[in-house]
Nanobody, 128 residues
């Protein structure tokens, strides 16, 4: 079991930046690959990015590539989502998720079913 708590969301103007944090407790954090997903109003949950348990592999959705980055500090049991050049269409509830399985190919790691544990989410609102 692992418990995930997101923080760092808020209201920001278009072009601004936010850094989301996801703090984990329970099982050894370094055991998990970590993903970020988001759900915009009236839309399905979508993949944002993931980072492997070692931090050596990352992947991002095309919609955020070049603007968002993910890092992790296994000593602090925390994964971060750095969001730059934010757009109004980035407005969503952002969720972190943990996967204890093997590292799969990128197309699979983009899928929400891979992740066993989920946080409650943090709201990000980008004003135009």
């Amino acid at each position: 079991q692992v418990q995930l708590v997101e923080s760092g969301g808020g209201l920001v103007q278009a072009g601004g930046s936010l850094r989301l944090s996801c703090a984990a407790s329970g099982r050894t954090f370094g055991y998990f690959h970590m993903g970020w997903f988001r759900r915009a109003p009236g839309k399905e949950r979508e993949f944002v990015g993931y980072i492997s348990r070692s931090g050596g592999s990352t992947s991002f959705a095309d919609s955020v590539k070049g603007r968002f980055s993910i890092s992790r500090d296994n000593a602090k049991n925390t994964v971060y989502l750095q969001m730059n050049s934010l757009k109004p269409e980035d407005t969503a509830v952002y969720y972190c998720a943990a996967d204890a399985g093997p590292l799969r190919n990128t197309a699979t790691m983009n899928q929400s079913y891979v992740y066993e544990y989920w946080g409650q989410g943090t709201q990000v609102t980008v004003s135009s």
